[in-house]
């Protein structure tokens, strides 16, 4: 057998530096933190054909329950349908509907519609600011669960109300609630510093302002006429009745 | 299982569509999720959940005047609609942040196929509320049976749009528990919506005594008046 030939010393040192730098390489590698986990492909990537570990993961398994309730509706899914009248039956009653709803909206019994026929179908929500009026000229608004006189027409007109919303009914309707304070309309004229109530068309003088207050007014409530025109309006019992002879304005 | 229901033959039109979510939602849920005539979907959808809905507000108005019943029938789709668009983006972001693979229209067919059935059982009722509404004369009753059909209709459809939601993101096994879950919100928040809606756009009724109105002013909220509503028919108090 012959002899390998003996390496020379420059050999021999570049074979150790090789070993001991591969030796390096493997424990570096060894040491290494692992690489982190590679990021879900963006939608705009064509899909792996194995899902990346990170989906996996997350991923919740079926439960038993769970997976027979998709199977069943996976299977219940595929099955035909046989043919039925339920298309025409939804004509039909759409149909119908529409032509019971035009015929109980036509005024048919009396002017009125048979929707809206029964006698007390016309019942009243009592609320605040509903208009009554019972068996005499008196007309009130309920408020707080009092019913307060409208005391004029210009009390009535200033107050925004409307003649089709006042409700006629009986007078122990009426009696079921207290009376509250009346609602005045207040007149003032532009010359003058003195304020009047109207009440059944006429003036009442207010004394002064604690009388004003205690009365409940507000200033909102007055109204400004022309000086002349409230001189017109006949003179009633000053407030308090005995405040003496009113002022002219 | 992906494109198997485009190969099942069935009739195509926009009834068929109905009669399909109605005898075979499962199928129907399939369709969406295969993306099968989606657009188709979606118009039938709109056009017969609008249809039951107007008649039903129809109904409802005819209580107070014939005024009343045209706006309730106009109101009423209006008020599903804006619902559901007020709360789709919410479903659909949560579904994407959790990892669903559904994307916005088949989001927004699976709450119109919610609707539509929510439509179909309030359709179905119409025939018995027209009975009340001719032959009693209580307004608090028929406002609270109304409701109470309003809340049958709309628990149906949310049982179907919980189904559906389930069937068609089956296979995103990732986030589904948590899914589930915010679906329950979700559906709690578009029961806030609807309501906070409807008590914008009331009256739809309209209360005997008033003056036809298209829109009341705002106070009060519509629990408030639920409550108030039953405390008068039973007795407890009158409403003020």
Redesign the interface.
Known sequence: MSQAPTPSPEELILAMLRDVLGRQEQEMRLAAKPAPPIPPPRASTPAPAAPPLL?EE?????SPA?AQ??AE??E??????PS?T??RT??L??AG??V??IL??LPLFNSL????A???????????G?LLKGSGPETYV?E??QKRWISSLDAFDHYGYQW??V?LVEDTFLHQFRDGRPLHVLLKCGGSPHIHRLENDQKRWIKDIPTFLAEGHVWEDARFVSCGELRRIPDGAPIPPDAGPPPQP | MDTQTRSIPRPHGLLSELELLLRNRFRFFAEIRDGVELPHKIQAMLLYSAISLALYGAVMGSEHSVWQALASSVKLPLLFLITLVVCLPTLYFFNTILEASLGLSQNFALLLAAITMTAVVLLAFVPVSLFFLITTSQYQFYKLLNVAFFVIAGWIGVRQLDQGMRMLTAGDRRGARMRGRLLRLWILLYAFVGSQLAWTLRPFFGAPGLPFELFRGLGGNFYTNIFASLGELFGFFTVR
Do not use: C, K, M
């Not at chain 1, 519609?113 to 809206?116: N, S, T, V, Y």
């Open positions: 989906y997350g991923a919740e398994p079926l769970e309730e998709i509706f996976n219940l899914a595929v099955r035909p349908l039925s339920l298309p939804l004509r009653l759409v509907l529409v019971t709803l109980i909206n519609a048979l929707a809206r029964l006698p007390d179908r016309q019942a009243l929500i009592i609320r605040d509903l309920l707080n669960g089709d919303e409700h």
